[in-house]
C-alpha cells in the first residue's frame, strides 16, 4: 500500500469517527446535559457555592424611587363635588442597601433561613427637591384609618368626630416628604394612643422600614430539585398566610424576588411573594430583551394577577367581603394594614378599569413608566434588570357617624407609587459572560466536532480526487501510440531485413 492509500485510509477513517461522533453527541445532547447539570449543582444556596454570597449581599445598586400625587382642588372637591385633580410631584431616590441577615443553614441544610434587611440612603442629585422641604397636600390617612375601625360604633365614632374637629384632623393633609415616607406624629393617633396600646401615635408610609426587616424566611437551597431555587417554604414561621378566604389565595408561592432558578423556560409561570401586598403573584413571559450584551427573558405580570373576581374566579379568595372586591387593577390590603382602607394598584391604575383613571385628574397610565418587570437571564437565573412599581392608594367613601364624608362618593384616591430598579453591574455583567461563554463552547463542543468532521470530508475528498488524476495520468503515459506518417514513410522506421541479391557468390 502507498504512502498516498494510507493517508486516505486514515483520514477517511478520522473523518468518519468524528463525523459520527459529533452527530450522536448533538442527538443525545451529551454535553449539553452535562452543563446543564453542572449548573444545576453549581447554584445552590449553601456556602461555597457560586451564588451564596451575591445572594446575601447583592453587588448590584438598587434604587427606590417615590412619586407622591399632590392634590390641587381640595377645597373643590370636598365642598363641591368637583373631580379631584391631582399633579405627580418626584421622584424622590433613595439608595437602597439590601443584605440576608442571620444567615443559617436549617433542616441538616436542606433550606437556608434569612432575614432581608433594608436601609435607605437619600440622593439629591437624581430627585427633584428636597424631600425635608417640599410639602404634599394628600390624604390624611391617619384619619380616614380610625374613621373605618370605628364606624360600627355611634359612640366611638361621635367622639372619634369631636376629636378630629377639635385637633383640626380634616380628610386631607399637608406634609412633608419626609414625613409622609418615614413618619410624623398624628394628633389623632397621639390622642387614641394611651387607651390603645395596639396604636402608635408616628404613621409614615415608610415609618420603621429604613434598617429593618420584613420578618424570617426559610428558603429551599436547590440542592435537592433546581426549580426549587430561592423558593420561599415559610414566612414568619407559617408556611401559608391567614389574611385571605380561600387557601389558594393564602398560598406562599415562589422565591422574594431576588432568586430565580437556573434554565427558565418561556412558557413557565414566575412566583414571587411579596410582603408589601401580603400575597403571591406571578409573572408571563412577555419579550426577548438584552442588557449590557446579556441575552434575557422579560416577564410581567399579566392584567389577571388584579383581575376582578368575575373577570378570574381565581382571585376571589383576595375578597375579605364581597364590598372589599374593587374591580380589576385593584387589591384592598386591608387585612395586613391593621384594618386600614389601603388599595394597592400599579401607577396610575394602569392594567386597572379605566373608570379609576378616569376618577381622578392627572392620571395617565402608560407601560413603559409604569409597568413591573424583571429581565432574567434564562440560563443562569441572574436578574440583569428589574422595575418593580406600586402604588398606594387609599378608598374614601361615606362613613356613617362623620359628617365631612356625607358628600363622597366612593373613590380610590392615589397617595403615592414607588419604583424600586436594578440595572446589573459591570463586574457581574463581565462574570455572566465568562460563564454563558464557558456554557456555550461546552454545550457546542459536538458542533465543533462535526465542524472538524466536515474539514477532515473536506481534506478526504481533495485527497481523493488527487489521487483519482494521479491515477488517469499515469495511465496515458504506459499507453499505446500509433506513429505519424512522417514515421512511416520514413525508411529507417520500423524493422529492416537485409536479402542477399540472387546470384550473389557469398550466397
Not at 459591570?426 to 454545550?443: C, E, N, P, Q, Y
Request: proline fraction near 6%; charge should be neutral.
Amino acid at each position: 500500500m502507498t504512502r498516498r492509500s494510507c493517508a486516505i485510509c486514515v483520514v477517511g477513517f478520522i473523518c468518519a469517527v468524528l463525523l459520527v461522533s459529533g452527530i450522536g453527541l448533538i442527538l443525545g445532547h451529551v454535553f449539553r446535559t452535562v452543563m446543564h447539570n453542572r449548573l444545576k449543582k453549581e447554584i445552590v444556596l449553601v456556602e461555597g457555592s457560586r451564588v451564596f454570597e451575591s445572594w446575601k449581599t447583592p453587588p448590584p445598586p438598587v434604587y427606590m424611587e417615590f412619586f407622591f400625587f399632590n392634590v390641587t382642588n381640595v377645597d373643590a372637591f370636598l365642598g363641591e363635588g368637583a373631580k379631584p385633580v391631582v399633579s405627580q410631584v418626584g421622584p424622590y431616590t433613595y439608595r437602597e442597601y439590601r443584605y440576608k441577615d442571620n444567615v443559617s443553614m436549617v433542616e441538616d441544610g436542606k433550606k437556608v433561613s434569612a432575614y432581608n434587611t433594608k436601609s435607605f440612603v437619600f440622593l439629591r442629585e437624581k430627585s427633584v427637591g428636597d424631600p425635608a422641604v417640599d410639602n404634599i397636600t394628600t390624604v390624611n390617612i391617619p384619619a380616614w384609618a380610625v374613621m373605618n375601625k370605628v364606624k360600627g360604633s355611634f359612640f366611638k365614632s361621635s367622639m372619634v368626630s369631636i376629636w378630629m374637629n377639635s385637633l383640626g384632623s380634616g380628610l386631607f393633609t399637608t406634609r412633608t416628604v419626609d414625613e409622609l415616607l418615614w413618619g410624623y406624629e398624628d394628633p389623632l393617633l397621639a390622642r387614641i394612643a394611651p387607651s390603645n396600646p395596639d396604636v402608635e401615635k408616628v404613621f409614615g408610609l415608610m415609618y420603621k422600614k429604613n434598617g429593618s426587616n420584613d420578618g424570617e424566611f426559610v428558603y429551599h437551597t436547590g440542592e435537592q430539585n433546581y426549580l426549587d431555587y430561592g423558593r420561599v417554604e415559610t414566612w414568619k414561621g407559617q408556611s401559608q398566610l391567614s389574611f385571605w378566604t380561600s387557601n389558594q389565595s393564602n398560598n406562599i408561592n415562589g422565591s422574594d424576588g431576588s432568586a430565580f432558578h437556573p434554565l427558565l423556560e418561556k412558557n413557565e409561570r414566575i412566583y414571587i411573594f411579596t410582603p408589601d401586598l401580603c400575597r403571591s403573584i406571578h409573572m408571563e413571559f412577555e419579550k426577548d430583551v438584552e442588557v449590557k450584551g446579556i441575552p434575557a427573558y422579560r416577564f410581567t405580570p399579566p392584567r389577571s394577577v388584579l383581575a376582578s373576581k368575575e373577570e378570574n374566579p381565581a382571585n376571589e379568595g383576595f375578597c375579605v367581603t364581597p364590598q372589599e372586591c374593587l374591580g380589576t387593577g385593584l387589591l384592598k390590603v386591608s387585612p395586613c394594614r391593621k384594618g386600614a382602607p389601603v388599595v394597592a394598584s400599579f401607577p396610575h391604575f394602569y392594567l386597572g378599569e379605566d373608570k379609576f383613571a378616569a376618577a381622578i385628574g392627572g392620571m395617565s397610565p402608560k407601560r413603559e413608566h409604569h409597568q413591573t418587570f424583571l429581565d432574567l437571564n434564562p440560563t443562569t437565573g441572574v436578574i440583569v434588570r428589574a422595575n418593580k412599581r406600586a402604588q398606594v392608594n387609599i378608598l374614601m367613601s361615606r362613613v356613617s357617624g362623620f359628617p365631612k364624608t356625607r358628600g363622597l362618593n366612593e373613590t380610590v384616591f392615589p397617595v403615592m407609587f414607588l419604583n424600586e430598579s436594578v440595572v446589573i453591574d459591570d463586574a457581574s455583567a463581565a462574570r455572566v459572560h465568562k460563564l454563558l461563554l464557558i456554557v456555550t463552547v461546552v454545550s457546542n463542543f459536538p458542533l465543533i466536532i462535526v465542524g472538524l468532521g466536515a474539514i477532515m470530508l473536506l481534506v478526504l475528498i481533495i485527497l481523493l480526487v488527487r489521487a483519482h488524476k494521479q491515477k488517469t495520468s499515469n495511465d496515458e503515459d504506459t499507453s499505446y501510440s500509433p506513429v505519424s506518417d512522417k514515421e512511416k514513410d520514413d525508411p529507417q522506421n520500423g524493422t529492416y531485413i537485409g536479402l542477399t541479391p540472387k546470384g550473389d557468390p557469398q550466397a
